[in-house]
């Protein structure tokens, strides 16, 4: 009877740990040796309780000294000490480039100008203006994905509890907030004409979570972790988790692959790295790869490194940036015991781990967005996680800068060599021509020979006109020299804007990147019809 008793509990124990633990072929054992102890110590009172002298079963001694004996061998085996090339190795060995020749010139409609917690309160603000979904349903996690070429956070609509999952049992959709531009909130409910109906979730219980589904179908004795919400191409949505094993006793997590789930049907399909579908931006989780950098960086010359020689960390806070296509992890790196400056800084790539290793020294992530503030510290903006960005061929953090509402009220460029160069502006086109400005006026070399070859012409205005950008003025304008090329100079720069015409001869200065761009910014304008004799 008490082992029927047992194995009751047993088995009730295993289905309800399910989606608590991530499991893998050592922690799967740790549970049931936990599980056996602990009935073993019920059953020890059992027995005394009933004055036999018997001790506990041979059963659970055997268990619970063999589990003992494996989890120490796999402790001392992945000590450092003896394994710290192991450690190193995580992470692939990172590759030296320069940032001009591998960042890519990002155009200024495709800079990320919504951050997270901004892309909350529009995501919000949108399941808000659905009052009867509002009361049933909460929005899940953010993630930031490519989608046909363009940035969105993407977040499912979750149960809001259990009783809410009990009389619902799925949720109809998901929100986009776009990344680039914060009026494109959309709250997708159908897909080609079919409503959406998301039953799988973390949100959800019993056979419905997401987590025990998975172990349930097939992956109970693999490494599960990292589960994000991810739309395909066509808006179809999805859920991810990331398959893992451990290479060094307890430690050292690699991922091996995707299981991909559809969220409506429960579909489970397994793919390695290698082949998973192109549309999943995010295979390499994100604790994963900041500790795999850290160990590489540690034990960069093995355990017994104790002068610090090129010994690195990572700075507080990693980023994701986009380039030609691809989605990276990226954060500063500094040596160890510096934390007020870089010594470059690192993308890894999000699917394969990859890494790339820049070498510009220069501010951390917290001191761009410290100075940022600093700059518009009259209005009690704060500043955002930074993005790293291609600003005319110089490493450069973009920061929103947010009021107490957490509404996006400006924007700011630094260099991340010259913390103090900042450009701040109420709209894009205003902030980069201000940080431009601010770069040749420093005079410093290393600025002017990275933002390019600084040209001057003379033209004949074929075409100008006005237009106001987030209270900001504006011209825009075309060379009749230049018919296939756009000029854009802010007020900003020279009060003879309003009053060119044209036919008007004037002489521009800009930056010339040799990069492709929708419009040229004009560092100095002037109109030679009103020269000073």
């Not at 039953?199 to 056979?207: D, E, G, I, R």
């Not at 789930?261 to 549309?279: L, M």
């Amino acid at each position: 009877m008490f082992y029927g008793s047992y194995l009751v509990l047993f088995l009730i124990s295993f289905y309800f740990i399910l989606p608590v633990v991530n499991y893998n072929r050592i922690s799967i054992y740790l549970i049931i040796l936990v599980i056996n102890l602990v009935f073993g110590i019920a059953y020890f009172i059992y027995q005394r309780s009933v004055k036999e002298k018997k001790l506990v079963s041979n059963l659970f001694i055997n268990v619970a000294g063999g589990s003992i004996v494996i989890i120490f061998v796999l402790f001392v085996a992945g000590l450092p000490i003896f394994r710290a090339s192991g450690y190193k190795n995580l992470l692939p060995s990172p590759k030296y480039k320069e940032f001009s020749k591998e960042i890519n010139y990002i155009d200024e409609k495709n800079i990320p100008t919504v951050n997270e917690k901004y892309a909350k309160l529009l995501a919000d603000k949108k399941l808000g203006e659905e009052t009867s979904l509002g009361s049933r349903v909460e929005l899940g996690d953010l993630t930031l994905q490519n989608v046909n070429g363009k940035l969105y956070y993407v977040g499912p609509l979750n149960h809001s509890g259990l009783f809410k999952w009990m009389f619902n049992k799925s949720t109809p959709g998901y929100i986009m907030v776009s990344a680039t531009n914060d009026h494109d909130v959309k709250l997708v409910k159908e897909l080609n004409g079919k409503s959406i109906s998301l039953k799988y979730s973390p949100s959800a219980y019993l056979n419905d979570d997401l987590k025990r589904h998975i172990y349930l179908n097939g992956e109970i004795f693999r490494g599960i972790t990292d589960f994000t919400f991810e739309i395909d191409d066509k808006g179809k949505p999805y859920w991810t988790a990331t398959i893992y094993k451990n290479t060094i006793g307890f430690s050292g997590k690699k991922s091996v692959g995707i299981v991909l789930v559809d969220a409506e049907t429960g579909n489970i399909k397994k793919y390695s790295t290698e082949n998973a579908p192109k549309w999943v931006d995010r295979i390499q989780p994100l604790d994963f790869v900041e500790s795999n950098v850290n160990k590489w960086g540690k034990y960069i010359h093995g355990a017994f490194n104790f002068s610090g020689k090129d010994k690195l960390k990572t700075t507080e806070g990693v980023g994701v940036v986009y380039n030609n296509g691809r989605c990276y992890y990226y954060t500063g790196l500094t040596s160890v015991g510096k934390d007020e400056s870089t010594v470059g800084f690192t993308l890894v790539d999000t699917r394969t781990q990859e890494a790339t290793i820049f070498k510009i020294s220069g501010a951390t992530e917290t001191a761009g967005t410290k100075s940022s503030e600093g700059k518009v510290q009259n209005l009690g903006y704060t500043g955002s996680f930074p993005v790293l960005i291609n600003v005319e061929n110089i490493p450069t953090y973009f920061v929103t800068l947010n009021d107490k509402n957490g509404l996006t009220k400006m924007f700011a460029m630094v260099s991340v060599s010259d913390y103090n160069a900042v450009g701040t502006g109420e709209s894009i086109s205003e902030c980069k021509s201000n940080y431009i400005r601010v770069l040749q006026s420093k005079g410093n070399t290393t600025n002017l020979v990275s933002t390019g070859n600084l040209n001057e012409i003379k033209g004949t205005i074929l075409r100008i006109n006005s237009s106001i950008i987030n209270g900001s003025s504006f011209y825009t304008f075309v060379l009749k020299e230049h018919p296939k090329e756009i000029f854009q100079a802010p007020l900003s720069i020279s009060n003879e804007l309003p009053i060119t015409q044209i036919n008007d001869k004037i002489t521009i200065k800009y930056n010339d990147t040799k990069q492709k761009q929708s419009f040229i910014n004009c560092l100095d304008f002037d109109n030679l019809e009103f020269a000073q004799e």
